[in-house]
C-alpha cells in the first residue's frame, strides 16, 4: 500500500472491506449459501442438503461441464495462438499497422457478445463454411470474443520486453526462428500464462454468445445454469454456479503456478 501510517493503513483497510464485501464477496457467498439449502427462510436460505451437488457432477451437468472444459481450452489455445502471433507481428510494423491490428482485434469486444454471436450465425449458416449445428460454431464464437485479450496481454508484454535478449542472439549467429522459439516466446512465458488464464476464465463464463449458437448436444455450463434458474430450480442452478466456479478457480491456480514458476525461469 501507498500509505506510510497505522491509522491510514487500517482506514484503506476498513474501505475496502465496506466495498468489497457488499459488492462482490456477499453475493458470491449467498450462492454457496442457497446451493446447499432446499428453501428460503426469511432473506436467507436454509435447509441444509447436499442432493444439488449430487445431481450437479453426474449426468447432464457433468457433460456440460465437461463441454464448457473443453470449448475454453480449445478457444484459449487458438485464441492465444492467434493473438500471440499478431502481437509479434504488430511489434514488427509501423505505429499505422499496429492501429490497425489494436482496432481488428478489440472489435469484437467493443460490440456486445450477442452482436458476434449474431455476425458468427450469419456468416457460417452457408456453404462453404457451415458450422451452424455443431460444436465448431460455439468454439469459434468464444475463440473470437477472447482472443482480443491475449493480444493484448501479449502486446504488452512485448513493449517491456528488452531487445537486448534478441540482439544478443542474432548477434551470435541465431537465425530468426531460434531467437523466436527459444529466447522470446521463453521470455513471455508468464504473460502468455496469464493471458491462457483470461481466456480459459472468459470462455468458461461466456453465455450471450453461446445461448444463440449451441447445438443441443453442445451445452456448456452457464447455458444450463441459465436454464435451471430460468425454470425455477434456483438452489440446483446455484449448485451448478459453485462447481463452475470451483473449477475455473482450480485451472487459474494451476496456471498461476506455472507462471509463478516461468517468473523465477
Known amino acids: 500500500m501507498l500509505v506510510h501510517s497505522r491509522k491510514g493503513k487500517w482506514a484503506a483497510w476498513a474501505l475496502f472491506l ?3 464485501l457488499p459488492l462482490f464477496a456477499l453475493p458470491l457467498l449467498v450462492i454457496v449459501a442457497a446451493s446447499f439449502s432446499t428453501h428460503w427462510s426469511g432473506a436467507f436460505p436454509s435447509g441444509p442438503t447436499t442432493e444439488h451437488y449430487s445431481a450437479a457432477v453426474r449426468g447432464e451437468s457433468l457433460q456440460a461441464l465437461t463441454t464448457s472444459l473443453v470449448t475454453a481450452v480449445t ?8 493473438g500471440s502471433w499478431a502481437a509479434i507481428a504488430a511489434a514488427r510494423l509501423g ?3 499496429r492501429r490497425v491490428l489494436d482496432a481488428l482485434f478489440v472489435l469484437p469486444v467493443a460490440v456486445p457478445s ?12 452457408k456453404p462453404p463454411m457451415l458450422l451452424n449445428g455443431t460444436r465448431w460454431i460455439v468454439i469459434l464464437a ?5 482472443t482480443a485479450f491475449a493480444y493484448q496481454s501479449v502486446a504488452a508484454a512485448i513493449i517491456r520486453l528488452d531487445p537486448m535478449y534478441e540482439q544478443a542472439a542474432a548477434s551470435l549467429g541465431a ?6 522459439f527459444r529466447v522470446k ?7 502468455l500464462t496469464a493471458a491462457a488464464g483470461l481466456c480459459f476464465a472468459l470462455s468458461m463464463g461466456e453465455l450471450s454468445a453461446t445461448m444463440m449458437l449451441y447445438p443441443p448436444d453442445w451445452m456448456p455450463l452457464p447455458v444450463l445454469i441459465f436454464t435451471a434458474t430460468d ?7 446455484s449448485a451448478l454456479a459453485v462447481v463452475l466456479m470451483g473449477t475455473t478457480l482450480l485451472v487459474l491456480l494451476a496456471l498461476s503456478r506455472i507462471r509463478t514458476k516461468a517468473s523465477y525461469r
Open 18 to 20: 465496506v466495498l468489497f
Open 75 to 82: 478457444a484459449s489455445l487458438l485464441a492465444l495462438t492467434v
Open 95 to 97: 505505429k499505422r499497422g
Open 114 to 125: 450477442v452482436v458476434v454471436g449474431l455476425a458468427i450465425l450469419v456468416a457460417f449458416s
Open 142 to 146: 468464444h475463440t473470437v470474443l477472447v
Open 175 to 180: 537465425r530468426p526462428s531460434y531467437v523466436l
Open 185 to 191: 516466446l521463453p521470455l513471455l512465458l508468464p504473460s
Open 231 to 237: 425454470r425455477g430450480s434456483l438452489f440446483t442452478g
